[in-house]
């Protein structure tokens, strides 16, 4: 199994970028897959998931309005367009693959984790 992250980039506040989470070795549309990101020095933070069938969604309350988590099952790839960035959202960016149905905000439904893409906005 794999999952693979990637579109991290360093960009100025109030931009925008649009990571990519390429997954192989799994069924893909069985999965949640959800976003955590993790800053220097803090624990692993949701950060938005998506449901199977894209018909739901979450996000944490620090990004909603201005990410949106999306999937294409056809291609085994979830997507998190990023805009209106802060300095805050500096971090690396992890995408997770989980049954789950339940505590999709935290860490320990997923099952298999990205290396992580860093995404670095500067003021």
């Known amino acids: 199994v794999q999952l693979q992250a990637s579109g991290g980039g360093l960009v100025q506040a109030g931009g925008s970028l649009r990571l990519t989470c390429a997954a192989s070795?799994?069924?893909?549309?069985?999965?949640?897959i959800g976003w955590f990101r993790q800053a220097p020095g803090k624990e692993r933070e949701f950060v938005a998931a998506?449901?199977?069938?894209?018909?739901?969604?979450y996000y944490a309350d620090s990004v909603k309005g201005r990410f949106t988590i999306s999937r294409d099952n056809a291609k085994n790839t979830a997507y998190l367009q990023m805009s209106s960035l802060k300095p805050e959202d500096t971090a690396v960016y992890y995408c997770?693959?989980?049954?789950?149905?339940?505590?999709?905000?935290?860490?320990?439904?997923?099952?298999?984790w990205g290396q992580g893409t860093l995404v670095t906005v500067s003021s």
């Open positions: 997770a693959a989980g049954t789950g149905t339940v505590h999709l905000t935290r860490v320990w439904p997923y099952e298999y």
């Open positions: 070795g799994i069924t893909f549309d069985e999965y949640v």
């Open positions: 998506i449901s199977w069938s894209d018909d739901i969604t």
